[in-house]
């Protein structure tokens, strides 16, 4: 893992590999979500860039951050590694991060959206029961400060009852209590929008609604 400071923040990225650059995108719980793609034999023939947003590292930004803001990072990065023509591969709000990125099509040649986060014009009706059922109480373990059980009901929500099991079998017990501890960007007090059933709205430092 390196680390990088663009835009007056530092994020964290992992490179290797020759070819086109693919880059991989997280979603805003568990940043190393995309280490086993990294390593797949799939990705052979690419120059291969996993990042760690701002947020997820050792120092945490002074202030929230926006999708928009995300992206300028990565774009930033591409700049500093001298990429161009980038595939770029986004989970859930890091689709809604890559799909900011293509916005400049000389940085972005091919996009992959999976599971975008259900805000804005990527609304779903089906995505209400999910957050009346996880979602929500998920935010208030957030607020009340149980990570862990903040962590494990978000996931068990979007991934399945044996979320746990498979990362910590995949990645280590290390990732996943590292996974728990970085989840703290994505609480109410550091997330600068949290999505509910039916739209996105914004929430202040201490965790409620603005």
Request: glycine share 10%; with cysteine; net charge negative.
């Amino acid at each position: 893992i390196k680390t990088v400071m663009v835009a007056g923040t530092t994020i964290e990225y992992a490179e290797h590999g020759e070819g086109e650059p693919l880059l991989l995108v997280h979603a805003g719980v568990f940043a190393d979500w995309f280490v086993p793609l990294a390593a797949s034999p799939a990705a052979d023939g690419l120059r291969v860039i996993r990042v760690r947003r701002a947020g997820y590292g050792a120092n945490a930004p002074a202030s929230h951050l926006s999708i928009h803001d995300h992206a300028s990072h990565l774009a930033a990065l591409a700049d500093l590694l001298e990429l161009d023509a980038l595939h770029v591969v986004g989970h859930s709000s890091g689709a809604l991060i890559a799909f900011q990125m293509a916005i400049d099509p000389a940085l972005v040649h091919s996009l992959m959206l999976i599971e975008p986060a259900p805000c804005g014009p990527f609304q779903v009706p089906a995505f209400a029961e999910l957050g009346e059922r996880f979602i929500g109480p998920a935010m208030g373990a957030f607020a009340a400060g149980d990570l862990q059980g903040a962590f494990d009901t978000f996931m068990r929500g979007v991934c399945g009852d044996r979320s746990r099991e498979i990362i910590e079998k995949t990645l280590g017990r290390a990732a996943y209590e590292q996974a728990v501890r970085e989840s703290s960007f994505f609480s109410g007090t550091k997330c600068p929008r949290v999505c509910n059933g039916n739209s996105c709205r914004p929430r202040s430092r201490s965790g409620s609604p603005c």
